[in-house]
């Protein structure tokens, strides 16, 4: 039977929060459907499929793709419209060979605009101090840079003259579907073009789009008037516009979907003044309502997504694979291959995106190259992991750790470690403390570090460097910039924050006595053993007793920081250590409401349901226990303790309180929605009034009578839910304080 391809698109809104925007829909519809090409490349289809047929069988045309897509957006509020057109070769045959893949794509860099305002009276500016040579040097090497980007291009440009794909010549007659998106609702600044076998936004002057017959969506059918000499370049997409766009039914200038509310309603309102000035009236026509079946995406299939659980994407140097999740064990959803050459045969990087582990890894970058990975993680690492690049998970290589900062008590940012030096970043401490560097020696002898302890044929530490920002309530002479522990000299050296107008900083070298000078644990302090800088001018020098205090004080925090070294140490070990072990035992978490694939949770479901099901069939025939359902969560406990009375008392509570408000919710949608049926009939009653006959009129009438009487009776039970439904939550109160089981903890409270 030949239906009006409008009558093919069903809007819907499917509830699942990543198929509200339109990025979501495209991804998915280009994942789950594999595409089938037209059975004559410059001719539409004789028919066009349901979308639910479409979702059936997971295969479909450029025009199935699109009609499904199209379904799905106007569901989710946008104005959406099936596209039939002419596009190049590679779009039609999903080529996507020659074109570089989205995920390497570089963001467009948006130039900033300085705004010069122009004044008659400027401040003379101040002298410029730069040197003239370092100039000449920096325009001399950015000529050289910009030479250097010319030849790259050059040299990219022949490259692209190569790889150009030969000469089509069916070009501008492949015939091509997709769908248009109009800016306005949903926030959609400007109006761009979708292609549904990719999932790829574009612009509507995208040179791969040729040409447009025809738009349409679930009310109305558009033809293209204007000239397509020059692509969709120089089309203007204003539907309303009777001279470039020809509309099949003419029941509006405009398509419903740019009408704000108001215009809508002042539209109606003009249309019945007209209807009642003119003797003579226009027929207009309504498209009839979508004869296909509600759209249904199961969670399964939702979540499996690609055909058969796998799809490999080629593009121009690049291989990107995705899977659906929990198909490989390791929690792997899509990867991303990068070679050097057009052969794919060189692999240069590879890029892994993951879900659902544990160990909450989210991507993997990976080197061929340099064989450097690189581990990004989301927040919730047993750590506080956020990424950590390595070339080997073995101790003492080299290695840079980041972390989530704002979850660590000592606000660690990041750890980079070589054979022989560690630095550590910091963020938001409150002793300004924001880098400490520390250089290690050689051991004496190599002893592998796994199965030891820290402090045992650790390396010798030879220095500690820590860097303090500015801490604005003290004095910049008396706030230490930076401080060195040089351990191997017996040394420490202070240097401060520079003041307001100096050059040059303030700095103390303190150099430790020898063991021979010290009584016992005590500090000789000589003049000899503190060198003191004061940036300006002194008016009188630091007192001994003051710089031996300071000495003292150095000296407890130096060895405090030793144990913060082999702290830092032993952390990195146990990081590397776990990081092994969940590499090693990949565990994939699983929600408690899955209960296909969290067997723990299903053999815990079924063991209540049949423990239930036991107790019910030994009561035999007695009456239902109102509290079964919440003994069942506290086991069904003779005795139970006070804590797990109140609980049952609560639920108990909640759960009758939750249906009341759901059959009074309910009771208000059916009110609603009659009052709105009401309106409807109304309306339409006022607008065809002088055309019904008597008989007619009189049906009308009765059959509004039945409605009104509905309406009534549907608010006075609403009204007595209301009434009732306090009554009845305090009667179970009530009678939970009488139940024999719960009494002896609150009956007398």
């Known amino acids: 039977m030949e239906k009006f391809v409008s009558t093919t698109v069903r809007p819907t809104l499917l509830p699942y929060a990543e198929l509200y925007h339109w990025d979501g829909c495209a991804s998915f519809v280009s994942d789950y459907l594999t595409m089938e090409p037209l059975e004559s490349p410059d001719t539409p289809p004789s028919s066009l499929y349901s979308p639910t047929t479409i ?4 295969r479909g045309n450029c025009f199935d793709f699109s009609v499904l897509l199209c379904s799905m957006l106007i569901g989710a509020g946008y104005d959406a419209y099936c596209v039939h057109g002419y596009a190049t070769r590679e779009m039609c045959t999903l080529n996507e060979t020659l074109e570089l893949c989205p995920l390497l794509r570089k963001p467009q860099e948006v130039p900033k605009e300085g705004m010069k305002k122009s ?7 101040p002298p ?3 040197s003239k040579f370092e100039l000449q040097q920096e325009a001399k090497k950015k000529a050289e840079t910009e030479a250097a980007e010319k030849n790259k291009e050059r040299e990219e440009e022949k490259i692209t003259e190569v790889e150009k794909p030969e000469h089509d010549p069916l070009h501008g007659l492949r015939v091509h ?3 248009l998106v109009l800016s306005g609702k949903k926030d959609v600044p ?7 076998f990719t999932g790829n936004s574009h612009s509507t002057t995208d040179e791969h789009f040729l040409g447009i017959e025809s738009v349409w969506n679930h009310r109305n059918y558009w ?10 370049k120089d089309l203007i997409f204003d539907l309303g516009d009777t001279i470039r766009w020809e509309v099949m039914l003419s029941g509006s200038n405009k398509p419903l979907q740019l009408l704000s509310d108001a215009e809508e309603e002042k539209e109606f309102s003009d249309k019945e003044t007209d209807d009642t000035e003119k003797e003579e009236e226009d027929v207009s026509f309504d498209m009839p309502p979508s004869w296909v079946a509600p759209i249904q995406i199961y969670p399964r299939e939702f979540e499996t997504r690609c055909s058969e659980g796998r799809k490999v994407i080629l593009y121009k140097k690049a291989k990107l694979e995705k899977w659906a999740p929990y198909l490989n064990g390791n929690g792997l959803v899509k990867r991303l291959t990068v070679y050097a050459d057009l052969d794919c045969t060189e692999v240069v990087e590879v890029r892994e995106w993951f879900k659902n582990r544990e160990d909450m890894l989210d991507m993997r970058e990976v080197n061929k190259q340099t064989q450097l990975t690189t581990d990004y993680f989301s927040p919730g690492h047993l750590l506080s992991l956020k990424a950590h690049t390595y070339t080997s998970l073995e101790p003492e290589t080299e290695y840079t750790m980041e972390f989530y900062n704002e979850a660590r008590v000592d606000g660690l940012q990041k750890r980079v470690e070589t054979a022989n030096e560690m630095t550590e970043y910091f963020a938001g401490r409150d002793d300004f403390l924001h880098v400490r560097y520390m250089e290690f020696g050689k051991r004496g002898k190599k002893i592998h570090l796994a199965g030891t302890r820290t402090d045992i044929n650790s390396r010798p530490i030879v220095q500690i460097k820590e860097c303090f920002h500015r801490n604005p309530e003290r004095p910049a002479d008396e706030d230490v910039a930076e401080r060195i522990f040089l351990i191997a000299e017996d040394m420490i050296q202070l240097t401060y924050h520079l003041k307001d107008k100096y050059i040059t900083a303030s700095k103390k070298d303190f150099f430790k ?7 016992g644990n005590e500090i000789v302090m000589t003049p000899e053993m503190c060198i003191t800088y004061q940036a300006g001018s002194s008016e009188k020098d630091e007192k001994l007793l003051h710089l031996y205090e300071l000495l003292r004080k150095l000296t407890a925090e130096e060895k405090q920081l030793k144990q913060r070294v082999r702290q830092s ?3 990195a070990l146990k990081v590397l250590k776990i990081r092994e072990n969940e590499e090693t035992n990949v565990k994939l978490s699983v929600s408690i409401y899955n209960t296909e694939r969290n067997e723990k949770r299903r053999q815990q479901y079924e063991a209540m349901k049949n423990t239930t099901e036991d107790e019910l069939w030994g009561r035999g025939e007695q009456d239902l226990d109102y509290l079964a359902p919440f003994l069942i969560q506290v086991g069904h406990r003779e005795k139970m303790t006070k804590g797990q009375a109140l609980r049952v008392r609560d639920d108990c509570l909640t759960d009758l309180q939750h249906r009341l408000i759901n059959k009074a919710n309910i009771i208000q949608a059916r009110l609603e929605k009659a009052v709105e049926e009401l309106q409807k009939k109304d309306q339409w009653f006022q607008q065809n009034q002088n055309r019904l006959s008597a008989e007619e009129e009189d049906d009308f009438l009765a059959r509004r009578s039945e409605t009104m009487f509905h309406i009534q009776i549907l608010a006075l039970r609403l009204n007595r839910e209301k009434q009732t439904a306090p009554q009845k939550y305090l009667a179970l109160e009530e009678k939970l304080h009488r139940d024999p089981r719960l009494a002896e903890h609150f009956g007398h409270a």
Do not use: H, S
């Open 55 to 58: 979702l059936k069988y997971q």
């Open 119 to 125: 004044n008659k009276y400027r401040v003379k500016p």
């Open 128 to 130: 410029d101090l730069q």
């Open 177 to 179: 579907a997709w769908v």
């Open 190 to 196: 400007e109006t761009f073009f979708i292609n549904p």
């Open 223 to 232: 033809v293209n008037m204007q000239d397509c000499r020059n692509g969709c």
């Open 513 to 519: 006595a020898a063991e021979g000078n010290r009584k």
């Open 569 to 571: 140490e032993a952390e």
